[in-house]
């Protein structure tokens, strides 16, 4: 694993073992990361950090997503900028295996062009169930992260692999481009117990069926509780 300590490190929210307490005949949906196949690209949003709508859990949503993937024994990647928020011991509190983990950190400029040429070359490899993309605050759609995107939806297609890009915006705002297939905006609430709930809005979903998910429980990272 390559990977660089911020100095401002995330601090994840670590999903609890609640949902596992709930029989099929008690909930009929499925948890999120059972519904994003592989084959497509997922923009996962939520507000601009310090936004006052906040409760944003994108990156919890991300992690929840490579922890499943890595489960199914699928190597994963995540790209960020140089000095990124990552913080490897909250992956690993998270369950986050960092020996099958690659963080890749883009430094040149722009850094957004950077983050897709290193993805469609990791998804080119064959190598790679999950490839993330933190773009950050850098998430309007241009010709050129179409262009990106088309080349990453056939090599996601060609591998069986999934593509999540993480984005900063406002609801309302558009999505990245129109390969994106879906997308979420996870948002933090508190639950009565006083533990994280993340719920699922879906934005966009081209594929038109209905997309029903469980809320995802999650405990309060160390040193947040109350």
Not at 184 to 193: A, F, M, W
Not at 204 to 222: E, I
Request: hydrophobic share 40%; with cysteine; charged share 20%.
């Amino acid at each position: 694993m390559v990977a660089l300590r911020s100095s401002t490190p995330l601090r994840l929210h670590t999903l609890e073992p609640a949902n596992s307490h709930e029989s099929p005949h008690e909930n009929p949906h499925e948890n999120l990361v059972e519904r994003l196949l592989p084959g497509r690209i997922v923009e996962c949003s939520g507000p601009l950090s310090g936004s006052p709508e906040g409760g944003s859990a994108r990156t919890s949503t991300a992690v929840r997503l490579l922890r499943h993937v890595q489960a199914q024994g699928d190597t994963a990647a995540w790209i960020q900028r140089a000095g990124g928020p990552l913080f490897p011991p909250d992956l690993h509190e998270a369950g986050i295996d960092l020996d099958a983990l690659v963080v890749v950190h883009i430094a040149t400029a722009p850094a957004r062009a950077g983050m897709c040429k290193a993805a469609e070359l990791l998804l080119r490899s064959g190598a790679f169930g999950l490839v993330v993309l933190d773009l950050e605050d850098d998430a309007t759609g241009t010709p050129a992260i179409s262009a990106w995107l088309g080349r990453m939806l056939g090599l996601a297609r060609q591998h069986d692999a999934r593509v999540v890009l993480l984005t900063e915006k406002p609801a309302h705002a558009d999505s990245l481009g129109t390969l994106v297939g879906m997308r979420i905006e996870p948002r933090r609430r508190r639950d009565p117990r006083g533990a994280f709930v993340v719920d699922h809005h879906v934005i966009k979903n081209k594929s038109g069926a209905p997309f029903d998910v469980v809320p995802d429980a999650y405990r309060h990272p160390d040193g947040i509780g109350p």
